[in-house]
């Protein structure tokens, strides 16, 4: 016994295919569970521990990117390698010190970031960046 369609080919179908739609919302939770212990990223932040009885004197010292590669320390123009070694004896004099660094609108990323890196690697940890 033979079962034939009973409908015309210009019936429509009164029922969505939700299968395709299934497969695809199984696909990206998987790939959300899978993805989201990855997103877990923190960044550590410690606050410094000074004595309460004697609050010590906050020392500054200004450094100023400008376009054209030019970073000036106190209104003092350096070179990279001036500026680290500069930076480097002051931070052993002063190593609770504040450098404040100001970063023209002008000057390319690069040269900020060359200030950034010279001041790390002169030893200096407390960096704060204000407006110029």
């Given at each position: 016994?033979?079962?034939t369609?009973?409908?015309?080919?210009?019936?429509t179908?009164?029922?969505?295919?939700?299968?395709?739609l299934?497969?695809?919302?199984?696909?990206?939770?998987?790939?959300?569970?899978?993805?989201?212990?990855?997103?877990?990223?923190?960044?550590?932040?410690?606050?410094?521990?000074?004595?309460?009885?004697?609050?010590?004197?906050?020392?500054?010292?200004?450094?100023?990117?400008?376009?054209?590669?030019?970073?000036?320390?106190?209104?003092v123009?350096?070179?990279?390698?001036?500026?680290?070694?500069?930076?480097?004896?002051?931070?052993?004099q002063?190593?609770?010190?504040?450098?404040?660094?100001?970063?023209?609108?002008?000057?390319?990323?690069?040269?900020?970031?060359?200030?950034?890196?010279?001041?790390?690697?002169?030893?200096?940890?407390?960096?704060?960046?204000?407006?110029?």
């Amino acid at each position: 016994m033979a079962f034939t369609a009973t409908r015309d080919a210009s019936d429509t179908m009164s029922e969505m295919n939700i299968t395709p739609l299934v497969d695809v919302m199984l696909v990206l939770l998987v790939i959300f569970m899978v993805t989201a212990p990855l997103m877990d990223s923190r960044i550590g932040m410690g606050l410094s521990q000074s004595s309460p009885l004697q609050p010590r004197p906050l020392v500054e010292r200004n450094l100023t990117v400008d376009p054209g590669d030019l970073f000036r320390l106190d209104g003092v123009a350096m070179t990279p390698a001036a500026l680290q070694q500069a930076l480097a004896q002051w931070q052993r004099q002063q190593p609770d010190g504040v450098l404040k660094l100001a970063v023209s609108g002008d000057a390319d990323y690069q040269s900020a970031a060359t200030a950034m890196a010279t001041a790390r690697r002169a030893g200096i940890e407390n960096i704060g960046l204000i407006e110029p």
